[in-house]
């Protein structure tokens, strides 16, 4: 169903042959839509099956740049990591082609609900634990977005009775018209991807799209313990509800539902009625910013219809996410931990706040993040520091006076040296606070690569 008609006889260029170009390719293609897509890679660079695929079914493509070709369809679909200021993107503009994301045209022909959970931290998690709820509780759920499947991959399959928990970042929200959720979620916000919104200002613009359309029908939930979000919650005149770690009920009064913390136990509050959730206790993944990931989880599958007592259970039964604060190996007494989502000092400060004292690998692609922001907590839990990627200098630099630091060329040499450190009781973790891609193509092949390097370890001591 495309839902207004309004890309009939239309012609699509897809920007980019990575998971959401192919998968929208297809769908479109699939649909009888004239579809081209071009990659800026050579082809020797994507993956091996995508070629064939595309060939398969009959979609015609280019690599290895951009040609003129690009511009002779009706719409180009860009992938998320092409950003909006580059020459093929200017050029579209100018010559009044309109320019979609991935998620946008998915949205335009989804027949069921959206919901759709956004923030700089915490929302693989929070969407995950979202759908192991809302599929334990029978619902034909698809976790998709940022993680799992591509959304457009989702579209032949749903019907109306399905619901799509779609996980979304800034750059995807930047490419939205009319993308208009159910439910939409923020769960944080602090300053990352700066290089590519240009400022602050323009990266929490972006993620607050996710509200831009939602009307009386829809709900938006958010973290009542953020100022900047709050204050902008309480300009908005539609449906809210807010989760709050910090049990900050004066600013959850007024409101149809919410969520809080309190003497251990996670809370659900509907009108005048307040229910227990589940004790924090019973929970299998350590740390406060946890706590917080299952409020929210809990407050969107409550309002959702889905009674206690299934949240409840699936919550005591969600065993977490990989590469977040992942367990992955114990070699006499000392346990390792894959921390490889952390591409971000908010989300680092996080997990070393989940421990006691930790031997800690970090680093990562270059940054001009203040390392001033980590450096007390740093100094307070880390016994040793290794240091990686192109930050290392860097970072050892600013922590050799105060700890031991060394520095790894490689995953399987900080392991190593991680090990030397540690001791029974203190454990390694493994959480870089910067982006992946000076050694690793993402966040989940680096979180990999480090679970392979602890467990050739093992393998080696047993």
Same mark, same amino acid.
């Given at each position: 169903?495309?839902?207004?008609?309004? #890309?009939?006889?239309?012609?699509?260029?897809?920007?980019?042959?990575?998971?959401?170009?192919?998968?929208?390719?297809?769908?479109?293609?699939?649909?009888?839509?004239?579809?081209?897509?071009?990659?800026?890679?050579?082809?020797?660079?994507?993956?091996?099956?995508?070629?064939?695929?595309?060939?398969?079914?009959?979609?015609?493509?280019?690599?290895?740049?951009?040609?003129?070709?690009?511009?002779?369809?009706?719409?180009?679909?860009?992938?998320?990591?092409? &950003?909006?200021?580059?020459?093929?993107?200017?050029?579209?503009?100018?010559?009044?082609?309109? $320019?979609?994301?991935?998620?946008?045209?998915?949205?335009?022909?989804?027949?069921?609900?959206?919901?759709?959970?956004?923030?700089?931290?915490?929302?693989?998690?929070?969407?995950?634990?979202?759908?192991?709820?809302?599929?334990?509780?029978?619902?034909?759920?698809?976790?998709?977005? &940022?993680?799992?499947?591509?959304?457009?991959? %989702?579209?032949?399959?749903?019907?109306?009775?399905?619901?799509?928990?779609?996980?979304?970042?800034?750059?995807?929200?930047?490419?939205?018209?009319?993308?208009?959720?159910?439910?939409?979620?923020?769960?944080?916000?602090?300053?990352?991807?700066?290089?590519?919104?240009?400022?602050?200002?323009?990266? #929490?613009?972006?993620?607050?799209?996710?509200?831009?359309?939602?009307?009386?029908?829809?709900?938006?939930?958010? &973290?009542?313990?953020?100022?900047?979000?709050?204050?902008?919650?309480?300009?908005?005149?539609?449906?809210?509800?807010?989760?709050?770690? %910090?049990?900050?009920?004066?600013?959850? =009064?007024?409101?149809?539902?919410?969520?809080?913390?309190?003497?251990?136990?996670?809370?659900?509050?509907?009108?005048?009625?307040?229910?227990?959730?589940?004790?924090?206790?019973?929970?299998?993944?350590?740390?406060?910013?946890?706590?917080?990931?299952?409020?929210?989880?809990?407050?969107?599958?409550?309002?959702?219809?889905?009674?206690?007592?299934?949240?409840?259970?699936?919550?005591?039964?969600?065993?977490?996410?990989?590469?977040?604060?992942?367990?992955?190996?114990?070699?006499?007494?000392? =346990? #390792?931990?894959?921390?490889?989502?952390?591409?971000?000092?908010?989300?680092?400060?996080?997990?070393?706040?989940?421990?006691?004292?930790?031997?800690?690998?970090?680093?990562?692609?270059?940054?001009?993040?203040?390392?001033?922001?980590?450096?007390?907590?740093?100094?307070?839990?880390?016994?040793?520091?290794?240091?990686?990627? %192109?930050?290392?200098?860097?970072?050892?630099?600013?922590?050799?006076?105060?700890?031991?630091?060394?520095?790894?060329?490689?995953?399987?040499?900080? $392991?190593?040296?991680?090990?030397?450190?540690?001791?029974?009781?203190?454990? $390694?973790?493994?959480?870089?606070?910067?982006?992946?891609?000076?050694?690793?193509?993402?966040?989940?092949?680096?979180?990999?690569?480090?679970?392979?390097?602890?467990?050739?370890?093992?393998?080696?001591?047993?």
């Amino acid at each position: 169903m495309n839902k207004s008609g309004e #890309f009939d006889g239309c012609s699509f260029t897809i920007l980019g042959a990575g998971r959401s170009g192919i998968a929208i390719a297809k769908f479109l293609n699939g649909r009888g839509f004239k579809v081209f897509l071009s990659d800026n890679n050579p082809e020797a660079s994507l993956s091996y099956l995508i070629p064939g695929s595309l060939k398969e079914k009959n979609i015609s493509f280019e690599t290895g740049g951009h040609s003129e070709k690009v511009f002779e369809n009706d719409v180009i679909v860009k992938s998320p990591g092409i &950003n909006p200021v580059s020459p093929v993107i200017l050029k579209a503009r100018e010559l009044g082609i309109p $320019v979609f994301g991935e998620v946008e045209i998915a949205y335009r022909f989804c027949i069921c609900p959206v919901i759709a959970i956004t923030g700089t931290n915490g929302k693989t998690t929070t969407t995950i634990l979202t759908g192991q709820i809302f599929q334990d509780a029978g619902l034909d759920a698809r976790i998709c977005g &940022n993680v799992g499947k591509a959304f457009a991959e %989702e579209l032949d399959t749903i019907t109306e009775t399905s619901v799509i928990i779609l996980e979304i970042s800034s750059y995807q929200l930047e490419d939205t018209l009319k993308f208009k959720p159910a439910i939409s979620v923020f769960m944080n916000f602090t300053e990352d991807h700066i290089e590519w919104h240009g400022n602050v200002q323009n990266y #929490f613009n972006a993620k607050f799209k996710i509200v831009t359309n939602q009307d009386g029908d829809d709900l938006f939930i958010y &973290n009542a313990d953020e100022n900047k979000i709050r204050e902008k919650a309480k300009t908005l005149r539609i449906p809210k509800a807010a989760f709050s770690f %910090e049990n900050k009920q004066t600013e959850l =009064d007024g409101l149809k539902y919410s969520a809080f913390y309190k003497n251990g136990i996670l809370f659900v509050k509907d009108g005048n009625f307040t229910f227990e959730l589940i004790p924090r206790n019973d929970i299998k993944l350590i740390g406060d910013h946890n706590t917080q990931n299952f409020l929210a989880a809990g407050l969107v599958a409550y309002s959702y219809g889905i009674p206690i007592e299934s949240i409840r259970k699936s919550m005591a039964n969600f065993g977490g996410v990989e590469h977040r604060i992942e367990h992955c190996g114990t070699l006499n007494g000392i =346990d #390792f931990y894959n921390d490889s989502k952390a591409t971000n000092f908010d989300s680092m400060l996080m997990c070393l706040n989940s421990f006691g004292k930790v031997v800690l690998i970090s680093g990562g692609q270059n940054s001009t993040a203040r390392i001033d922001v980590i450096f007390d907590t740093v100094i307070k839990k880390v016994e040793a520091l290794i240091c990686i990627g %192109e930050m290392k200098e860097v970072l050892a630099e600013k922590f050799m006076r105060y700890l031991p630091v060394e520095i790894a060329e490689t995953l399987d040499d900080a $392991v190593r040296i991680s090990f030397s450190h540690a001791t029974a009781g203190i454990p $390694v973790l493994f959480s870089p606070g910067f982006k992946s891609f000076d050694m690793f193509n993402d966040y989940e092949h680096r979180g990999s690569e480090f679970k392979k390097s602890v467990k050739k370890l093992i393998n080696e001591n047993d």
